[in-house]
């Protein structure tokens, strides 16, 4: 028998990758049950891919319709099957409860490519649909001729079987029933992953015909209760014969599913998904493309007027256009050429715009580029100038309202020996307290110029020149610090002081008094951004006695942006160093427990340790304290995988395993427990990324540990087996600090602008008319023509590419062994 792991579905050349994205936000819940005795819920969401815990939301306290607005972007291996959303009830002293559980397979996904959005209804979690895991299994026709033929089931071994016992394993043994006859394997003890190599026969019964159906059950051994199921796969014995002989993995099914007696009444989620599959060709494919766009953005524009960015702002609509800014910027970002992106659609917004007062307020290419670019490059930037001020805000908790409709007497009042406060004392203590808040959060930005990216300080000079030359009168003066105030403060700040978990400078979302304060710090930096403290005192009064502050907070800004723009191209090789820093870096730190062996030896007895990790861009580091001058490190190019282990190793299910080759040879396991799901899979993601183009990487590992002479996972004796289970390279979740991929991003550019192309031709054309194209021109005019040709050419070269791709997997895919199971 093979060993080694195989993988059945799925094969692309390895110059390709097939890449699967989903977008997860889930909004709120309703109408939950009562849980608790004082009449409520503390609801929370785990979301789980094919049975694998990958998110935990945040919990939403003494609720039965919680929201928690949290929003995660998984890349996932393309032959996934279902992501489900369990709903819990948090409890301190008990087991929480399971509430319910919403699953969508990847085929409505699929089929709906616009994503799927609305109410969904929570159902009973039922045990026999609770399945994951895979079986080995080789089947065979036997005999020929005036011989009877024999049916031969191989049942080899299975892995990754769910959890049906205390002990954090289960007790599997596998059940095959074909034509009225069963037989039942041996049962491998305390194990997910047994190992069986049992053979059963049958008489094959030709008169069945495309009614026979072979069944591989696999069970879980209660000795006092009844027995666990932990999936099934059902063959057609028709295929079978024609094929005689197939070996594979096969994924275990669900039982029938049963009608709940809960039905509609386990409250429900309004979820929004969105599943994208890309198939990434190679680089050499994306290069003219690049190119092309490359020179679009050049100072000269190559004479291809109207350019190619301006069809492209011209033609994306306004659901689109957010995700077209975020592959725009961060494809420019990896040429170098994002601030001449960038510069021109100032200058094709500033074209269009005739009152400087509606500069850069709407959505545009512009606008959305811009948001994008800020997140992009400009992330540690905010959490230097903001996670101080907010730290203070959640720390404090205090009441703060200054609008008088909505000053609450009882949050703030005290009884008994104290004089209860009156409406003017809330709102004088907040307008002082949010003016401390004001104060200092002034005082970090003024001081964030020394700080903040160069690039970031280019593109914004370059923004305050382009204003300045549009609207030069004396009149306008304001206009060219508005514009920058207009992303930076209206766009970027506030929208992170209101919502800081979005932006990552916190875990969890705010309560409601703190999220009062933020908003209402908020609406004061917006006002400053303005620069107009009477347009906001008139429409909301209850804001004047911020007005000194804020009118003082506008000099300031003023002050600090003079600084900002005062950039010079001198500072062209800072730049590049500090962009490579931004943008190329992977950068993940903080305290964890770890755990040491070599040579996959049982681990030591003593237990694990807190260290100061830090991921940086060519080792993962750790030392007992944060600034300790001694450290261990293990160089990222000698990890070969980086998973999970079982909990019953060690108690926790939140530890991972990274596994390493050390000069000598031999293997080193170091062992990571992380305090909770969100904090495991993000460090998985991380690391998993950092190491995303290692050559000597596992296929396969161990989920156990090697204790007492065989590994815990599968009982096999030798510590040199190549694993069990399969790795999980590909399931890592999106974060800000990723590192760009230029590939990716240009065949996500390449998608639009195949759905444009005719709207181009037609703008074109268009704007060409509206030009007056005289035939003198005719010369200059064919050489646009061709540029566009070229461009339109260039998309074709990469359809023919891909339908080249996918007519090479269908025939790779033609495999009976695929069509067995029913």
């Not at 696999?218 to 209760?225: A, E, G, I, P, T």
């Not at 209206?490 to 990552?504: D, G, Q, T, V, Y």
């Not at 993940?588 to 940086?616: A, I, N, Q, W």
């Amino acid at each position: 028998m093979n060993k080694k792991c195989r993988r059945v579905i799925y094969s692309l050349n390895d110059s390709m990758a097939k890449r699967s994205t989903l977008f997860i936000r889930i909004v709120e819940g309703k109408n939950l049950p009562i849980k608790d005795i004082t009449g409520s819920s503390d609801p929370y969401c785990i979301v789980k891919i094919d049975n694998e815990a990958i998110i935990r939301t945040a919990t939403i306290w003494k609720t039965l319709s919680p929201f928690w607005g949290e929003e995660y972007t998984v890349h996932l291996p393309p032959y996934f099957r279902t992501v489900s959303f369990y709903v819990l009830d948090e409890d301190s002293l008990s087991r929480d409860d399971v509430i319910g559980k919403v699953s969508i397979s990847k085929e409505l996904l699929t089929v709906k490519p616009q994503g799927v959005d609305g109410w969904m209804n929570l159902t009973e979690i039922d045990p026999d649909e609770e399945v994951q895991g895979e079986i080995h299994l080789q089947i065979s026709v036997l005999g020929d001729g005036d011989i009877p033929r024999k049916l031969c089931c191989q049942v080899l071994e299975a892995r990754d079987l769910a959890k049906k016992d205390r002990n954090g394993a289960s007790d599997p043994f596998v059940r095959v029933r074909y034509n009225g006859k069963t037989y039942e394997s041996a049962v491998v003890k305390k194990s997910c992953y047994p190992r069986w190599n049992e053979s059963f026969e049958f008489e094959l019964d030709e008169t069945l015909s495309d009614t026979g159906l072979l069944s591989v059950e696999v069970w879980d051994w209660d000795l006092v209760s009844r027995n666990d199921f932990l999936g099934k796969v059902l063959f057609n014995i028709n295929k079978l014969q024609s094929a005689q002989q197939e070996e594979g993995w096969f994924r275990l099914g669900p039982d029938k599913s049963k009608h709940s007696e809960y039905e509609g009444t386990l409250g429900s989620l309004r979820l929004q998904l969105r599943l994208r599959d890309e198939v990434v060709l190679p680089s050499s494919h994306y290069k003219p493309l690049t190119e092309l766009l490359s020179q679009s953005v050049g100072s000269q524009l190559n004479g291809n007027w109207p350019d190619f960015i301006m069809l492209i702002d011209e033609t994306t609509t306004a659901e689109s256009r957010q995700e077209v800014a975020n592959n725009l910027v961060k494809l420019f970002l990896g040429q170098g050429l994002v601030k001449e992106f960038l510069d021109v659609l100032f200058k094709l917004e500033l074209e269009k715009t005739t009152e400087p007062n509606t500069l850069f307020r709407s959505n545009s290419l512009a606008s959305k580029s811009m948001e994008s670019f800020l997140k992009v490059a400009g992330m540690q930037y905010l959490h230097r100038l903001l996670g101080a001020i907010i730290n203070r805000i959640f720390e404090e908790k205090k009441y703060v309202e200054l609008d008088p409709s909505k000053v609450e007497l009882k949050e703030a009042g005290c009884a008994g020996l104290h004089r209860q406060q009156t409406e003017s004392d809330i709102i004088q203590q907040s307008s002082s307290l949010l003016q401390s808040y004001l104060s200092e959060l002034l005082t970090s930005i003024l001081q964030s110029a020394s700080y903040c990216p160069l690039l970031i300080c280019q593109v914004f000079h370059q923004l305050y020149l382009r204003v300045q030359e549009r609207f030069p009168d004396p009149e306008y003066r304001k206009v060219k610090f508005i514009a920058v105030t207009s992303f930076l403060c209206l766009r970027f700040i506030s929208p992170a002081i209101m919502s800081p978990k979005l932006f990552h400078l916190r875990e969890k979302h705010a309560d409601a008094r703190t999220s009062r304060t933020l908003l209402l710090l908020a609406k004061a930096v917006q006002t400053i951004g303005n620069m107009d403290t009477l347009a906001c005192c008139s429409k909301e009064p209850w804001m004047v006695c911020l007005q000194p502050a804020i009118q003082q907070g506008i000099t300031q800004l003023k002050d600090f942006i003079t600084k900002l723009v005062s950039c010079h191209e001198s500072e062209d090789l800072e730049l590049q160093t500090r962009m490579s820093l931004q943008c190329g870096t992977m950068e993940k730190e903080g305290f964890l427990f770890l755990h040491r062996t070599k040579d996959k030896c049982m681990p030591m007895t003593s237990p694990f340790k807190k260290y100061y990790v830090t991921l940086s861009k060519d080792t993962l580091s750790y030392s007992r304290t944060q600034h300790s001058k001694k450290s261990s490190s293990i160089s990222l190019p000698k990890i070969r995988a980086v998973e999970k282990v079982e909990e019953k190793c060690f108690g926790s299910a939140n530890v991972m395993q990274i596994i390493s080759s050390e000069d000598s040879g031999l293997q080193e396991t170091l062992y990571l427990d992380c305090k909770s799901v969100n904090e495991l899979n993000h460090w998985l993601s991380a690391l998993r990324k950092a190491c995303s183009h290692n050559t000597n990487t596992m296929s396969c590992y161990h989920p156990g540990i090697y204790k007492a002479d065989r590994w815990s996972c599968c009982h096999q004796k030798e510590k040199s087996d190549s694993g069990c289970d399969k790795t999980r390279h590909g399931v890592t979740l999106q974060e800000w600090y990723d590192p760009l991929d230029p590939d990716l991003e240009a065949q996500l550019i390449y998608q639009h602008l195949r759905s444009v192309q005719q709207a181009m031709r037609d703008k074109y054309y268009m704007l060409r008319e509206q030009q007056g194209v005289k035939e003198a021109d005719s010369v200059r005019d064919k050489k646009k023509v061709d540029g566009l040709s070229k461009l339109f050419s260039i998309l074709q070269d990469l359809h023919d590419a891909h339908a080249a791709v996918e007519e090479e997997e269908r025939s790779k895919n033609k495999n009976v062994f695929l069509e067995l199971q029913t």
